[in-house]
């Protein structure tokens, strides 16, 4: 039982799009992970996700809006519903889903990672 | 599906260990809970509960130790620990944890607050 400063844990990698474990409550991990660029449309047929900004702003779209999340604000998306997050600078965002969300839902491709690092 | 703003949140009470839900993701709870003061020693039969803390310092006493948690920072309580959250001046804290969970854990009492309003 260590406690995680985000701060800290988000110095100790730069990729995009591949989320790091960083802990686990229940049956949910926490992730965190940072963003650059556009993602693929994807939905995630049985989990909810929860999006919480560390630092924004992400714009996360929806087939009908799109919705802005900055700095402490947090969106939940659940289950099939389709989005495509975009974030034009870097995007630090901490992530709460199901242990085995796949980060691109149901459209496995190149952008896929399937096994996550704990840090 | 609504974007939620803690700062916002926060702004809509001021009671002390009266947690609020603000969001479920899958068969877990997300509440936001103003501390202040010392609670009660009590644990969680069945429930791992995260605390991730917004406006700090909190201080989470074990029977054999200490943790200090400021803003950005976080403790996940496995089950079945005893803990007690002691907050010296007002603290901000954002609750993962699954739906159902009490407050006061196994120690039912004056402090135990069994419905909990959604904001």
Redesign the interface.
Same mark, same amino acid.
Do not use: C, Y
């Given at each position: !039982?260590?406690?995680?400063?985000?701060?800290q844990k988000f110095a100790l990698f730069n990729e995009h799009w591949s989320p790091r474990i960083v @802990? &686990?409550?229940?049956?949910?991990h926490?992730k965190l992970v940072k963003l650059k660029g556009e993602f693929v449309w994807h939905l995630h047929e049985h989990?909810?996700? !929860?999006f919480f900004v560390?630092r924004g702003p992400l714009l996360i779209k929806f087939r009908d809006r799109d919705?802005w999340?900055d700095e @402490? &604000?947090?969106?939940?998306?659940?289950r099939g519903?389709e989005h495509l997050p975009v974030a034009e600078e870097e995007v630090q965002v901490m992530l709460?889903?199901?242990k085995g969300t796949l980060n691109t839902g149901n459209v496995q491709g190149e952008r896929t990672v399937a096994d996550l690092e704990r840090i």
């Amino acid at each position: !039982m260590e406690k995680v400063n985000l701060a800290q844990k988000f110095a100790l990698f730069n990729e995009h799009w591949s989320p790091r474990i960083v @802990g &686990e409550v229940q049956d949910m991990h926490v992730k965190l992970v940072k963003l650059k660029g556009e993602f693929v449309w994807h939905l995630h047929e049985h989990e909810d996700e !929860m999006f919480f900004v560390v630092r924004g702003p992400l714009l996360i779209k929806f087939r009908d809006r799109d919705v802005w999340l900055d700095e @402490g &604000e947090f969106l939940i998306i659940p289950r099939g519903i389709e989005h495509l997050p975009v974030a034009e600078e870097e995007v630090q965002v901490m992530l709460f889903e199901p242990k085995g969300t796949l980060n691109t839902g149901n459209v496995q491709g190149e952008r896929t990672v399937a096994d996550l690092e704990r840090i």
